[in-house]
């Protein structure tokens, strides 16, 4: 069986608050994009056996997408047999889900593999206990996710657009940036619910002028070439540019392909990793 673990943008991110846990109460809003990994799965005697053409990725419980495959098996009593080869294009670390959109597709693609009939929702839970991105990576499409990011509600799909994706050669922790978030000192947020109506209208530019990311402030502190990035999408005509997650990928937001392979012809000069992709949208 083969199938496809698409990357994520967030169109916003805001952090609320601090929850007793540790974890952060956040609201923003994701957006799915046609750049994949390809994951193949086969039926095998026994065990869990895990590669990708990347060597330097872990291939047993250091990855999520083998993690992933372990609870399905755990969850559902099944005896584990799985050979899964994963071919990575998504960028690692970069911002983009790239590893929960593997865990979640390697636990859709078992359940139809072993026809274990688990409902979207079960495997939503599923997916909460891996990651907080999981759920939503379950779910694709345009999606409000609020709680930790668990709780998502399904908007409309945005409308047409072309997204120019570019990682510069660095890495950003998650928990590191998280971790330099002050609430009280948050003194912009995004307009979420603008974008939302932006979304239900069609109205690109109107998405590309409210899109905000609390962290972008932070990652870009720390790594000035994210700001440089930017600035060179916003000068070949994206309607808007942010960094997506926690970095530290930065997407510009074009109305044709034109002015995006322009610029990215541009970035391919500064940073290795950039495309060009559309936005992916639920049938």
């Known amino acids: 069986m083969e199938i496809k673990a698409r990357a994520k943008i967030n169109l916003t991110l805001d952090v609320l608050s601090k929850r007793a846990d540790g974890y952060h109460e956040v609201e923003m809003i994701m957006q799915m994009v046609d ?18 053409n990347l060597p330097y990725l872990p291939n047993d419980s250091g990855n999520i997408a083998y ?3 372990q609870l399905f098996f755990e969850k559902t009593g099944i005896m584990p047999g799985v050979s899964i080869h994963i071919q990575k294009q998504i960028p690692v670390a970069a911002g983009l889900a790239g590893g929960s959109s593997n865990a979640a597709a390697i636990l859709i693609a078992l359940n139809e593999l072993y026809e274990a009939s688990l409902t979207t929702q079960q495997l939503k839970e599923m997916g909460k206990t891996l990651g907080a991105d999981v759920p939503y990576c379950i779910v694709g499409g ?4 609020q709680g930790i990011g668990e709780r998502l509600t399904i908007l409309d799909n945005a409308p ?3 997204v120019l994706l570019a990682k510069p050669p660095i890495s950003v922790s998650t928990a590191w940036a ?5 609430v009280d000192e948050i003194t912009v947020h995004p307009d979420t619910n603008r974008v939302i109506q932006a979304i239900e209208q069609g109205n690109l530019k109107e998405i590309a002028n409210n899109m905000y990311n609390i962290l972008e ?3 870009a502190k720390r790594h000035p070439i994210i700001k440089r990035i930017k600035q060179i999408m916003l000068d070949g005509g994206a309607l808007g540019a942010m960094m997506s997650g926690s970095g530290p990928t930065v997407f510009g937001l074009y109305q044709n392909a034109y002015d995006a392979e322009q610029a990215k012809d541009k970035l391919a000069l500064l940073v290795k990793d950039v495309f060009v992709v559309s936005q992916y949208a639920l049938n």
């Open 35 to 52: 750049l994949y990994d390809t994951i193949q799965l086969e039926k095998a005697e026994s065990g869990i056996t895990l590669s990708t």
């Open 67 to 69: 993690k992933a495959a």
């Open 142 to 145: 345009t999606a409000l996710a």
């Open 160 to 162: 047409s657009m072309f």
């Open 178 to 182: 998280y971790g330099q978030v002050n």
């Open 217 to 219: 402030p932070i990652t």
